[in-house]
Nanobody, 125 residues
Framework: QVQLVESGGGLVQAGGSLRLSCAGS????????MGWFRQAPGKEREFVAA????????YYTDSVKGRFTISRDNAKNTMYLQMNSLKPEDTAVYYC??????????????????WGQGTQVTVSS
C-alpha cells in the first residue's frame, strides 16, 4: 500500500494561483497513474485530473481545462496540480489518488488504489 500526503492548499482570491503537491511513499510511485479529485460542501467527490505513470498522458475535467496543469516528478515521488485563474467554484477539499489509470478516470479506485487525506482550497470572490 502507498501513503499519500497532500499539501499546498489555502485561501486565495479569485484569479489567483495555488500549487498542490501529493507526496507518495510505501510502494513504487512510478508504477501507477495518479489523479486529483475534489469535493465541495454538500456535493459528491468529482474527478479533476489524471496523469499516467510517466507523465506523458493527462486528462482533465472540462471545467479546469486551460487553467489547471497536472504533472509528476517520479524522482521525487511527487505529483503536482498547478491551479491558475482560480474561481470561487473551485473551492473544495482536494484529494490525490494512486491507482490504474482507468480506475482514476472512472473515479472508482480498485483494491490496489489509495487516497490521500485531502487539502482545503478556498477561493474568495
Amino acid at each position: 500500500q502507498v501513503q499519500l500526503v497532500e499539501s499546498g492548499g489555502g485561501l486565495v482570491q479569485a484569479g489567483g494561483s495555488l500549487r498542490l503537491s501529493c507526496a507518495g511513499s510505501g510502494r513504487s510511485f512510478s508504477s501507477y497513474a495518479m489523479g486529483w479529485f475534489r469535493q465541495a460542501p454538500g456535493k459528491e467527490r468529482e474527478f479533476v485530473a489524471a496523469i499516467n505513470w510517466n507523465g506523458e498522458v493527462t486528462y482533465y475535467t472540462d471545467s479546469v481545462k486551460g487553467r489547471f496543469t497536472i504533472s509528476r516528478d517520479n524522482a521525487k515521488n511527487t505529483m503536482y496540480l498547478q491551479m491558475n485563474s482560480l474561481k470561487p467554484e473551485d473551492t473544495a477539499v482536494y484529494y490525490c489518488a494512486q491507482d490504474q489509470l482507468w480506475a482514476i478516470r472512472l473515479g472508482k479506485l480498485s483494491t490496489t488504489g489509495s487516497w490521500g487525506q485531502g487539502t482545503q482550497v478556498t477561493v474568495s470572490s
